[in-house]
């Protein structure tokens, strides 16, 4: 990883390097499965197993861009925006991204990118029209400290498994059937062992994911307000933008919903408060953590 000023993470390291074995090997074991059962499509199941995971990965950040609506802005087009980004990277000391503006109500941003040179920034029209500059930058560190970390590509891979254990239970199970015709004793088994291998797969990745999710977003937040050197920017910025969320309508907190990985903060619609399984930490546990920087750099 190329050095920046972003204050490392030990922790976090540990955990995407654990995360990322116990998926590997979650994946190896997957594909082994399918292997054994479906002998004859072994080919097409490694060729759409390797597809796959280098098109999401490769092209993640364009992926992500196109599906949250992002499109990207010159200077002159947010010059505010900008200059922001522009301070903060040469603060971190790290390559600037591109920058992109989402035309959307729901204050957040997200980060996105295999690296540092492929990142994108994005923050949506609704977070630029509710923050002071200060907590912009609060916001944006946070979002460059994903960059530095490499967090995005670490999540694209660790959730990739999830989507490639829901298709190819669907391949799987047409392709039995095609073979057995609908007739063979041998569809009936492959019809329940396919679909509870993927699931446990699927579960299994889904925990895992979850959990370096909420750690990677407490180091993202940490390492922002090391790096400005003022949390409480941050803070306000999250009690803000959460504060908002309640404002905002529920049929766009939905259609913000599945990105809720990639944001600064989730977009939780009222009937999914009550889910246990969240991708990022509560507000209490970061803003917990940001007064606890606060003290220690009064301190300092």
């Keep these: 990883m190329p050095q920046t000023r972003f204050a490392p993470d030990r922790g976090l390291t540990t955990r995407m390097v654990t995360t990322m074995f116990l998926i590997g090997l979650l994946y190896v074991v997957f594909v082994g499965v399918l292997v054994a059962l479906l002998r004859g499509a072994w080919p097409i199941i490694l060729l759409l197993a390797g597809g796959l995971f280098v098109a999401q990965f490769w092209f993640s950040d364009r992926i992500a861009a196109f599906s949250m609506g992002a499109r990207e802005v010159t200077p002159e087009q947010a010059p505010e925006l900008h200059g922001a980004v522009d301070r903060l990277c ?4 790290m390559p600037k991204p591109r920058v992109a503006i989402a035309d959307s109500d729901v204050p957040n941003a997200f980060a996105t990118g295999r690296n540092q040179k492929n990142a994108l920034v ?7 029209r509710r923050l002071e500059p200060e907590e912009l930058e609060g ?9 530095a970390h490499r967090d995005v590509a670490v999540m694209t891979i660790a959730s990739f498994l999830g989507v490639l254990a829901g298709i190819i239970t669907r391949i799987g199970l047409w392709g039995g059937l095609r073979r057995a015709g609908g007739r063979d004793q041998n569809t009936a088994i492959l019809m329940l062992v396919i679909p509870l291998v993927s699931a446990v797969v ?3 990745s889904f925990l895992l ?3 370096l999710s909420r750690y990677r977003e407490l180091s993202a937040d940490r390492a922002g307000a090391l790096l400005t050197g003022r949390p409480s920017a941050l803070a306000s910025a999250l009690t803000k933008v959460t504060g908002e969320m309640a404002r905002i309508p529920t049929r766009d907190l939905r259609q913000a919903e599945p990105f809720n990985a990639f944001y600064f903060a989730p977009a939780f619609s009222k009937d999914s408060l009550s889910r246990l399984l969240s ?3 509560t507000l209490e546990q970061r803003l917990d953590q940001l007064a606890r920087i606060s003290g220690q750099l009064g301190r300092a």
Excluded at 90 to 93: G, K, N, S
Excluded at 122 to 128: E, K, Q, S, V
């Design 90 to 93: 040469a603060l971190a000391d």
């Design 122 to 128: 994005c923050a949506t029209t609704g977070l630029l």
């Design 139 to 147: 916001v944006l560190s946070h979002e460059l400290s994903h960059v």
């Design 202 to 204: 699927y579960v299994i």
């Design 209 to 211: 994911t979850r959990l």
């Design 279 to 281: 991708s990022h930490p």
